[in-house]
């Protein structure tokens, strides 16, 4: 991904430098192989200039192991729900009984940059006629921030 990006910009308009260009969001669908799409994304994440990851989930590990990379780059994962965003997280939002659980099934799951107004955008709209769910917004968004930075 971060040279399929990089050898598509450099191409349009003659080699213009787009390193300000953001991915608002990167779909991914190649059947149960999403966390090396994810993978090859490595500096476009580091780089936070994708704001939102769309991909498939097909058992407990994948999805933990996408939620694992994804947290080193400062992202929240969500199951998506009819209803609702469920966060994934490898410690915090996660039962160690899920590993045991090795059935195949599909779904989709989405990631944000943990700290951007979009992320909390999204949440908030895909809640608004749930007040339960709209009241966990700030301690979702604010997981691994310091105590200082919360009391601000």
């Known amino acids: 991904m971060d040279e399929l990006v990089s050898s598509v910009l450099s191409s349009v308009d003659n080699g213009a430098n787009y390193d300000d260009d953001n991915i608002l969001t990167l779909k991914i669908d190649t059947e ?16 936070k200039r994708i704001t939102f990851v769309i991909f498939e989930v097909w058992s407990n590990a994948n999805l ?11 992202y ?15 410690v915090d939002w996660w ?7 090795t059935d195949v099934y599909w779904g ?7 700290s951007s107004p979009a992320l909390s955008m999204l949440y908030k709209a895909f809640h608004a006629d749930d007040d339960f769910l709209l009241g966990a917004h700030d301690i979702l968004m604010k997981r691994g921030i310091n105590a200082e930075e919360v009391s601000t």
């Open 32 to 47: 149960g192989h999403d966390i090396f799409v994810i993978k090859g994304a490595n500096q476009l994440l580091v780089d």
């Open 64 to 74: 933990k192991a996408i939620a694992e990379f994804m947290d080193q780059h400062d």
């Open 76 to 90: 929240l994962c969500f199951l998506i729900y009819p209803k609702m965003l469920l966060p994934v997280h490898p």
């Open 95 to 101: 039962y160690p009984h899920l590993d045991n659980h």
């Open 108 to 114: 989709n799951g989405f990631c944000g940059i943990r």
